[in-house]
């Protein structure tokens, strides 16, 4: 196993007594005094933590392409498009939904294999929304 590693991981994890972490990577054959691992935390504790997106939920992206575009703010349009541009089968859902609106609101003739083209998508999409890495994988 490797030591550095789990040391490391445990740093990220916010673990803050440095007494209790250096028990613990000890048993896993650390080698090291409990000042080098005091030091790491503390420079852990006091170095800028980077900014972090909270990623999309699967509800908020499923808002934006039922609803019409127009009504996208110009933030939800850029992170809109940002989606789509990362993941094909929701910009084809999303030509499907736009497409099937259109033929609602402007009572065109339905293209019944479109129709069932576009449910097979949302079905796959669906399936895909409730995978944790879905929405927000590049």
Same mark, same amino acid.
């Given at each position: 196993m490797n030591v550095w590693r789990t040391r490391r991981a445990r740093l990220l994890a916010w673990l803050t007594n440095a007494w209790k972490l250096r028990e613990e990577i000890v048993l896993l054959g650390y080698k090291g005094c409990y000042q /080098?691992?005091?030091?790491?935390l503390h420079e852990k504790?006091? !170095? *800028? /933590? *980077?900014?972090?997106? #909270? *990623?999309? !939920? *699967?509800?908020?992206?499923a808002g934006w392409i039922l609803r019409h575009p127009d009504t996208l703010t110009k933030t939800e349009q #850029?992170?809109?498009k940002a989606v789509r541009a990362r993941c094909s089968e929701l910009d084809a859902l999303t030509e499907h939904v736009q497409s099937f609106a259109t033929m609602l609101t402007e009572r065109l003739p339905?293209?019944?294999?479109?129709?069932i083209a576009g449910l097979a998508l949302f079905t796959r999409v669906s399936v895909l929304a409730h995978i944790p890495w879905s929405m927000h994988s590049e």
């Open positions: /080098r691992v005091r030091v790491d504790r006091t !170095s *800028p /933590r *980077p900014v972090t997106v #909270l *990623p999309l !939920s *699967p509800w908020t992206v #850029l992170q809109f339905v293209d019944r294999d479109a129709v």
